[in-house]
């Protein structure tokens, strides 16, 4: 952060009260919450200081707070809620089959689990694949796979990397408190720095103790920076060439092609992770790829590895994912959805340029940034390291709610289906009116 800005901190202070006083019945639930939830949490990136807004319904694409305020919902679930919030027919129709024909709970092997497999491997072009319960369980189960293949511990991952609750490296030397087997992993300083990367991956292999490497195509939570192909490329040639796994982290990107980002890319991962929208809108988690390294989890042969989880092939997510990637997420949908994201930001882009505000993303994710001097085509944490403007970002996120628009503080937009396109606009026209009020704050 740079030196406080004096008119900066007023307009924040500005648009803090106003949010306090339009918002009394998030405040007392909020409250309410603390005594049973601590800080009235329990999913850390929903607290916002003074308190989150507490949502107490969504239909379509959009959300109201206890408050009765009206959202367009532009964080989408940090992209779980591509579907939106009212079930398509085709998963509502699932979901009651789930619930009424099979049930809860059946404590055994299912068709259903079956087909679902099937679909993502034919669509992710994936030779086995398991389920799990959410992204950060198939990073785990994943990495842990890998070891078994390899016989090896060590993982490289990237400064800025998120790959779960436990799994997150939001900087060089800054691995979260609570990041499991931290001194297993070897962080890259810098994402998109192939010969970093390099250097990292073959010092790491050099003690013969190289498992694997995770990596997005996209970096979501460290700010929505796509990753070059070159570099993507670059970095499963490094990892193949001392024997590591490289392990594609789609929870996120997966959406961003028809066939995933990592089909898009030509990366040809060993491994893949999936999660978020896949379940239909429930709880959902999957890894797969190579027949080979996947057979370590095959329970027929001695010495597999066991991937327990009660859930990991529950009734409810068979059947919901199952519809939501057969008949609403199709390929032609992706491809058609992805090219409007595209669009959106393209647009954005051209609202902000000259000002502190920049955009980087791909397709249907947006990530947005303020810095001291509006740096463009963000490529890494680092690039903007020490220019961030929390404060700018901070009375951007109080206004756009303001104005009816729902994104996350941090600076995330993830589209879901169905948005229509006149409140996109709303949106960009919103976008423009803030740069313009706030221009002596703003312009670079
Ligand atoms: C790239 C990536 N991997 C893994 C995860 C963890 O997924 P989950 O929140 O379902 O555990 C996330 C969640 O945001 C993610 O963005």
Same mark, same amino acid.
């Given at each position: 952060m740079t030196a406080p800005n004096t008119a900066a901190q007023r307009a924040l202070a500005a648009a803090e009260a106003r949010f306090i006083a339009n918002n009394p019945l998030s405040q007392k639930q909020h409250t309410l919450a603390a005594g049973s939830l601590p800080g009235g949490?329990?999913?850390? =990136? =929903?607290h916002t200081s003074p308190f989150p807004l507490t949502v107490n319904r969504g239909q379509g694409t959009h959300l109201w707070d206890e408050d009765g305020h009206r959202y367009l919902d532009l964080a989408g679930d940090l992209s779980? /809620? =591509? =579907? /939106?919030h009212t079930p398509h027919p085709a998963v509502r129709a699932a979901l009651l089959t789930a619930l009424d024909a099979v049930g809860l709970n059946l404590g055994a092997t299912t068709v259903q689990e079956e087909r679902h497999a099937a679909l993502l491997c034919a669509r992710f072009r994936l030779e086995r694949v398991r389920m799990a319960n959410s992204g950060t369980e198939a990073n785990l189960h994943a990495l842990a796979g890998a070891r078994a293949f390899t016989g090896r511990r060590r993982v490289v991952v990237f400064a800025g990397g998120y790959h779960g609750g436990v799994l997150s490296f939001p900087g060089v030397g800054e691995v979260r408190g609570n990041t499991v087997d931290v001194a297993e992993f070897v962080v890259v300083?810098?994402?998109?720095?192939l010969e970093g990367a390099k250097a990292v991956v073959q010092r790491a292999a050099a003690g013969g103790d190289l498992a694997a490497v995770l990596i997005e195509a996209v970096q979501g939570a460290g700010g929505v920076i796509p990753g070059m192909e070159g570099f993507l490329r670059g970095v499963r040639e490094a990892a193949r060439a001392v024997g590591a796994v490289f392990v594609l982290d789609e929870v996120m990107t997966s959406r961003l092609a028809p066939n995933g980002l990592g089909v898009e890319l030509g990366l040809e991962p060993d491994l893949v992770t999936l999660g978020k929208y896949l379940g239909g809108g429930l709880t959902f988690g999957a890894f797969g790829g190579r027949a080979d390294i996947m057979a370590v989890y095959d329970p027929r042969l001695a010495g597999s590895l066991a991937h327990s989880g009660t859930f990991n092939n529950n009734t409810l997510a068979m059947h919901t994912g199952y519809a939501a990637l057969s008949e609403v997420y199709t390929p032609e949908v992706s491809a058609v959805f992805n090219a409007k994201g595209d669009a959106l930001r393209e647009q954005l882009v051209v609202v902000a340029r000259g000002t502190r505000l920049s955009f980087t993303g791909r397709g249907s994710l947006i990530g947005l940034h303020f810095t001291e001097d509006g740096t463009e085509q963000i490529q890494s944490g680092e690039h903007i390291k020490g220019k961030e403007r929390g404060d700018l970002r901070d009375l951007f996120w109080f206004e756009m709610l303001e104005a009816g628009f729902w994104i996350t503080r941090r600076g995330f937009i993830a589209l879901m289906l169905g948005t229509p396109d006149e409140e996109l606009d709303g949106f960009i026209q919103a976008v423009s009116k803030f740069l313009d009020r706030h221009s002596d704050l703003m312009t670079v």
């Open positions: 949490n329990t999913r850390s =990136l =929903l779980a /809620g =591509l =579907l /939106g300083p810098r994402y998109n720095d």
